[in-house]
């Protein structure tokens, strides 16, 4: 299983609502990875966990919050969000830093569709 | 800081050779990513060279001069389904987790 599921794919919100992503996967990947992608942009980092610990925050606003319950499992929850925080958002997994044979090559999922309006 | 640039956009026939350049000036090195989206879907890994020189993959290659920060992605004998956006990626330190992405070339390929 080489694949790294996310849900919802599309998700429209009002700035009031509060609203999860999630993400799954099954390789025994230890660190996880949200990135933001804006049409036409590269994907951004905002956060990466690494055995279940938040091991980066890219000074992204408190609006956004990760959440990794277990190894397999990478959660995003939406608050109060704002119409500039409409983009795809993505969710990788890789192989931990401290694997002999790491590359940190990513494996992306489809990413989550987000509108909030 | 972190800076990698590479084309907007390219045009290519099918059944041809294209190569897509990709130059960086960042704060360390430990290797470097190439990466293809299609539009709306996630990108999926395409090669990835630490050290210099060229990497093969079936129709796909990858080159990498580190003194001159600059790498290309060679596709050959392209197909309509080559046309995505590809990402140029630099990872700037030992065990750093953090890959920065180029804005990506989006190559569209012609009958």
């Known amino acids: 299983d080489t694949e790294v599921t996310q849900t919802p794919k599309h998700l429209v919100m009002g700035m009031t609502n509060k609203k999860s992503l999630k993400c799954e996967q099954h390789m025994g990947h230890r660190a996880m990875y949200w990135y933001k992608q804006k049409a036409k942009k590269p994907p951004e980092l905002m956060f990466v966990y690494s055995y279940e610990k938040l091991s980066i925050n890219e000074s992204v606003p408190s609006r956004f919050s990760p959440e990794c319950p277990n190894s397999s499992l990478l959660n995003l929850h939406l608050h109060a969000l704002q119409p500039e925080d409409s983009a795809l958002y993505l969710c990788?997994?890789?192989?931990?830093?401290?694997?002999?044979?790491?590359?940190?090559?990513?494996?992306f999922g489809e990413g989550s569709r987000l509108t909030v309006l | 800081g972190q800076n990698i640039d590479q084309p907007t956009e390219m045009t290519a026939t099918e059944g041809a050779i294209v190569q897509i350049n990709c130059t960086y000036q960042t704060s360390g090195f430990n290797g470097l990513f190439w990466y293809q989206q299609h539009a709306g879907e996630a990108p999926t890994f395409l090669s990835y060279n630490v050290l210099d020189g060229l990497e093969e993959k079936g129709r796909f290659s990858s080159f990498l001069s580190r003194s001159k920060g600059y790498s290309y992605l060679l596709l050959k004998e392209l197909q309509m389904k080559d046309s995505a956006s590809y990402l140029c990626a630099v990872r700037a330190g030992a065990g750093s987790y953090q890959l920065t992405f180029g804005k990506g070339t989006k190559l569209s390929v012609i009958p």
């Open positions: 990788a997994s890789s192989q931990d830093v401290g694997t002999s044979d790491w590359t940190g090559e990513l494996f």
